[in-house]
């Protein structure tokens, strides 16, 4: 699949890319997910610059940052970027002045390529949430037994009760 393209490959009436591929998926993240679902138009704004906007899919296996349980996480994005060359930023800048507060993002570039395959990978490390949690409240595990508390309280009660000779009582008693 070709994924660098470049600039002057890119028709005036722009270009349509579709992209189902696992291997450009970031080294770290194989074998978290599925294959990377992408749906690209490239437009000619102008010779040195060109807006690369679609969706983004890849289903991916996680594990939360609180019990280590394995879920499942849909990356879903609209994307919306411009690649262009550096020396094209201030010719634009020049002429269309009112477009400086643009929100949208600007990748530059040295060559007159745009890289799919850099910019579909800096996508997905976006769409990633921050922290991975498997859901909103994870209760995590007991920092005393390691016991998912998702799945209930633990035998050891946080630790608080172990520390006292009664616990020891207790616990003695409750294994007979
Ligand atoms: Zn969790
Ligand atoms: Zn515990």
Redesign the pocket.
Known sequence: MQLHIPFSEIPEQGMHVAIIDQSLLPEELLGKAGPVNAALQLTKKSEGRIEVQGTLQVEFRLSCDRCLAGYDYALDAKMQLIVELPENERHWRLQEIELTGSDLDTLQVIEPVVDLEDILRQQIYLGLPAKQLCRENCLGL??????NLNEGQ??????KLASSPFAVLASYKKQK
């Open positions: 007991c920092s005393h037994c390691g016991y633990c035998g050891c009660h946080g630790g």
